[in-house]
């Protein structure tokens, strides 16, 4: 069982920025392949972000590419998101989440969640 606690929502005008943050408990974090979702209100979960545990490969939604930067620090079981040049359109509830058996930009291939943060970018 991995749990997963995110941080570093918050409120933000345009242009701003926020860095998020999600601790994982389990001891084999360093194993897995970590991504970022997103989820607007009415809009179905998106993918944002993920980085593999190997080689620590990225990969970016187009609509986040050249803004977020993803990272990972596996002595601390935490990954991070690094937002930049906020637009109000990236106002959502963010989520962590593990992808235990490999590297995918489907929810559906993610095996455990944190119970999100909000960010709410103001125009």
């Known amino acids: 069982q991995v749990q997963l606690v995110e941080s570093g929502g918050g409120l933000v005008q345009a242009g701003g920025s926020l860095r998020l943050a999600c601790a994982a408990s389990s001891g084999t974090f360093g194993r897995y392949t970590m991504g970022w979702f997103r989820q607007a209100p009415g809009k179905e979960r998106e993918f944002v972000s993920l980085i593999t545990w190997r080689d620590g490969t990225t990969y970016y939604a187009d609509s986040v590419k050249g803004r977020f930067t993803i990272s990972r620090d596996n002595a601390k079981n935490t990954v991070y998101l690094q937002m930049n040049s906020l637009k109000p359109e990236d106002t959502a509830v963010y989520y962590c989440?593990?992808?235990?058996?490999?590297?995918?930009?489907?929810?559906?291939?993610?095996?455990?969640w944190g119970q999100g943060t909000q960010v709410t970018v103001s125009s």
């Open positions: 989440a593990v992808d235990r058996n490999g590297i995918s930009a489907r929810d559906s291939e993610y095996d455990y």
